[in-house]
């Protein structure tokens, strides 16, 4: 990041077809990164795009039986529907059809030439359309596209060569000297066995279709389609004509690609930009595929999801989530219906939803919703607020470093770190005892002032959820306002008055079901995990008691290390643990006192129902279940899994 700017670009798509989630994936990402550093107080520009020439959308057109400018139009709008629909605020779409643009590709192609590294030879070999891509013979897959499998076509013609191979050296040495220019570092290696393997000057050129732009001195050449888009990058920043614009942008930041066209973009472009004398672009990251059913998805296999389908149905901020949280950026990761309702219950509804709705509904009974002046404080209270307050730099930290996945998990540690602050502080009990209503206040408005916190930490990635939740907060201020430094902890203003709403992110398929909204009271006793009771099997449904695989998915089983075990004074049959979920730890009570010792217990891995509400079983908080089973005469054994598997496993 230079001078605290910073340029991000996704890939330009083709406009081959409408877009799937997985394109929506790298352009979400993007969003939110550019977001995030807009809202730490830098200058951003944020560029997508769509890259429209070369003979694969030539053919489209032609089937179709309309000019290409006309097909690509129509889809183009498509793409810019699908970015608004999705919260997508690029600064910046570049068109390889805008005229900006045609002069930048032609501008950086005279410049090779004349430099002499680009010249005139005939070319023979082959081209796989879909992927606009040459091969040489030895590199195919039994005949096929080594990169898509599909068939190749035999290409024999006159063309302009780009001579890559003289700049190998010089791109390793850079590779080398610069460790964040290819990430992660995985495909690094990857591109370097690439480059070291040999490289075969470049064909730049085709004559045996029309859809492109020009070679600037032959008109009967179009230049290559990834030398035109490549350079969409440039056009963004003022290239050629806006010196000033392309020294205050150039070079980017970020360059967020998908792994297949890590190639195009760690081999091809730096050598174009070490051909025109620019910088190269600080880091090029390749992202994994998004899959369905392990197989990469994508229009010609037929297993694409639509993300518009998905916004119909669940909204646009689970569908982003999901995708940031639940795909370890840097690695492929499976798209499925049921893990982004899974998701979007666990974390949106039950730990982000809830903590909003009880907060408030708390606030409103014992404050008519109105935030109290925080007055005695605990050591507890002292330690909670500084964590809360230091999330916000943790969270650009990680951001700085492309650290998605840790980021997000850090924002949501705190939201359930708040969750447990309320259940240990238990406002409910406080609200009783007429001397504790300093604690009181201090405990709600630090949970309220949370909430605040969390409100701008989601907001880069869950627009429209930041604002709901700022809407209820009350808060007079406008959120777009605010900077990083206002994650700092103790900036909500007493007497700020909420306007508790409906649930932000109710549970997707409870619709029969009351969500939680209210307060909640101290929890009754209830039995130890072991003596649970059954629910008794609603009656007359036409499943007959069956319940759906959603319903099942609404437990969230995971595996837990026991870390210490010990007897609960004056219960017989209770043994108090402390276990280690992956997330967090928890005190789990459970009845099973009569049947393991608490010596047996540590380090064993059992299961967890993680998502139970807490209680209190003879005054000591329980925070989770155990899984055993029991025959009739009373023989309990814990469900275990083996050492091999670790804390906060999912088990499904
Ligand atoms: N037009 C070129 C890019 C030129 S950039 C100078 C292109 N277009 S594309 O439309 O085929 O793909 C654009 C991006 O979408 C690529 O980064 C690609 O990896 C990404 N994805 C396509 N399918 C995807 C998944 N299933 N999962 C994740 N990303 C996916 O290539």
């Excluded at 090779?112 to 992927?131: A, F, L, N, Q």
Aim: hydrophobic letters at 40%.
């Amino acid at each position: 990041m230079s001078n605290e700017r910073f340029y991000i670009s996704t890939p330009i798509y083709y406009p081959s077809d409408r877009l799937h989630i997985g394109h929506a994936y790298t352009t979400v990402v993007a969003d939110s990164l550019a977001r995030w550093h807009k809202f730490a107080g830098r200058e951003v520009l944020f560029v997508t795009g769509s890259d429209e020439h070369g003979q694969k959308i030539e053919r489209i057109a032609k089937a179709k039986g309309v000019q290409p400018q006309e097909y690509v139009d129509a889809i183009v709008s498509t793409f810019k529907q699908l970015w608004k629909r999705l919260n997508v605020d690029y600064d910046d779409f570049v068109r390889t059809t805008e005229p900006r643009h045609h002069k930048a590709v032609q501008t950086v192609f005279q410049k090779i030439y004349e430099k002499g590294d680009i010249y005139k030879s005939k070319y023979k070999g082959w081209y796989c359309t879909p992927c606009e891509t040459f091969w040489v013979e030895n590199k195919l897959h039994e005949g096929n596209c080594p990169d898509c499998g599909r068939p190749v076509e035999l290409v024999e013609e006159e063309s302009y060569f780009f001579k890559i191979s003289k700049y190998a050296n010089r791109l390793l040495k850079h590779i080398e000297e610069n460790p964040g220019f290819i990430r992660p570092e995985a495909r690094k290696n990857e591109m370097v066995n690439f480059i070291k393997s040999g490289l075969e000057d470049l064909c730049v050129s085709r004559t045996t279709f029309d859809w492109g732009i020009p070679v600037p001195t032959n008109e009967d050449h179009v230049i290559y389609v990834w030398f035109d888009a490549l350079t969409n990058y440039l056009t963004a920043a003022g290239y050629p004509d806006d010196q000033g614009r392309l020294a205050k942008w150039w070079p980017a930041d970020v360059h967020l690609v998908g792994k297949e066209i890590m190639r195009f973009h760690t081999i091809i472009w730096p050598i174009i930009l070490m051909a025109l004398d620019l910088p190269l672009p600080k880091t090029v990251f390749g992202h994994g595929w998004l899959l369905f059913d392990n197989d990469k998805m994508s229009k010609s296999k037929g297993n694409v999801v639509d993300p518009n389908l998905l916004i119909d149905e669940f909204g646009v901020d689970p569908i982003r989530y999901f995708l940031m949280r639940e795909i370890s950026f840097g690695q492929d990761g499976n798209f499925s219906r049921r893990a982004l309702i899974e998701r979007t219950n666990a974390d949106l509804a039950n730990d982000l939803g809830n903590l909003l709705n009880r907060t408030l509904a708390m606030l409103n009974k014992y404050f008519d919703g109105v935030v109290p002046e925080p007055q005695d404080k605990t050591e507890l209270d002292l330690e909670y607020a500084k964590a809360a307050g230091e999330v916000g730099t943790a969270v650009d930290d990680y951001l700085k470093n492309l650290q998605l996945n840790e980021a997000l998990a850090k924002i949501w540690q705190l939201v359930g770190r708040a969750n447990k602050y309320l259940d240990q502080r238990a406002p409910w009990a406080l609200a009783k005892d007429e001397s504790a209503q300093g604690q009181l206040a201090t405990v709600m408005y630090n949970v309220v002032e949370t909430l605040r916190i969390v409100a701008l930490l989601v907001k880069s990635f869950l627009p429209d959820t930041g604002a709901k939740i700022w809407a209820q907060l009350g808060i007079a201020e406008s959120l777009a306002e605010q900077v990083l430094a206002d994650t700092a902890f103790g900036k909500l203003k007493p007497g700020t008055v909420t306007q508790k709403g409906d649930p932000i992110f109710p549970r997707i398929e409870e619709k029969d079901e009351e969500p939680e909204v209210e307060a909640k009271e101290e929890p009754k006793e209830v039995k130890p995990a072991a003596e649970e009771k059954k629910p008794e099997p609603k009656q007359a449904e036409p499943t007959e008691g069956l319940i759906s695989i959603d319903d099942f998915l609404k437990c969230e089983l995971v595996v837990g290390e026991v870390l210490a075990a010990e007897p609960v004074k004056g219960a017989d049959r209770l043994l108090k643990l402390q276990v280690d979920v992956g997330s967090d730890k928890r005190q789990i009570v459970a009845g099973i006192a009569l049947h393991y010792k608490p010596e047996e217990l540590v380090g064993r891995r059992i299961i967890v129902v993680k998502n139970l509400k807490p209680a209190k079983l003879r005054g000591e908080l329980s925070q989770g279940m155990l899984l055993a089973a029991s025959t009739p005469d009373g023989k309990l054994e814990l469900v275990s899994v083996s050492d091999n598997m670790p804390a906060g496993s999912r088990v499904k």
